[in-house]
């Protein structure tokens, strides 16, 4: 199963892949996780995609595509993967058939999640982050079971640069531009699946699997 999700920040796609990944024995693929993790390591491409990240603008085509055409080659992508915020332009979504065709596979579905703005801002306001294993909390809507500790590797939580709600709302302008296209994009190629993002994690789960199993 190779399936893609896609929303606006904020709208679940972390939280969804997570689970989705653990019950399909596939790796889930988190552009902005590689980023951020190449940020704090203050690699070459860490270094580049730093300035972007903080405003809140998406890094350039040609910088994430090079990194998702690698991680697509790495051996436990055979069995399948969910791609978590890629494609997020016309040019990426391009690319990405360019090479999921050359390695002789196919999309089976993209999810998409619908959520307003006000509850962007709502739910990033409050999310705590791990750093090491990516897991994502909120600290009402979905707290850990320890304040400020990962449930699942017992690591400190943190809260994300760009969850200041000023570099939220430039993510969801970016989305807007950028990403929204991308719904037209797969509807055209008859792969689209959106979803309310606003139910519970419980129902929008849910509504995944019975996507997923038709
Ligand atoms: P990225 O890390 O991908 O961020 P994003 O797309 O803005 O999405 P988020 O991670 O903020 O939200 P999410 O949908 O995963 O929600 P989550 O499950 O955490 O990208 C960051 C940056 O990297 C970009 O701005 C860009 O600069 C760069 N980048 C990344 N990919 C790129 C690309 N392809 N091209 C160019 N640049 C790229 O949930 C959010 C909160 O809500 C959590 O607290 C969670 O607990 C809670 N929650 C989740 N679901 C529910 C629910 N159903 N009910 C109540 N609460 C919920
Ligand atoms: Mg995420
Ligand atoms: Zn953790």
Known sequence: ??????GPPGAGKGTQGQALASRYGIP??????ILRESVALKTPLGLKAKSFMDRGALVPDEVVIGLVRERLKQPDCQKGFILDGFPRTIPQ??????????AGKSIDAVINFDLAEAEIVRRLSGRRSCPNCKAVFHITLNPPRQSGICDQCQNGLVQREDDKEDTVRNRYKEYLEKTSPLLQYYENSGLLHSLAGN????????EIERILSV
Request: aromatic share 4%.
């Open 1 to 6: 199963m190779n399936f893609i999700l896609l």
């Open 93 to 102: 979504a391009e690319s990405l058939d360019q090479t999921i065709a050359d």
């Open 199 to 206: 139910g519970t994690i419980a129902l929008v789960s849910k």
């Open 28 to 33: 889930k693929i988190s552009t902005g996780d």
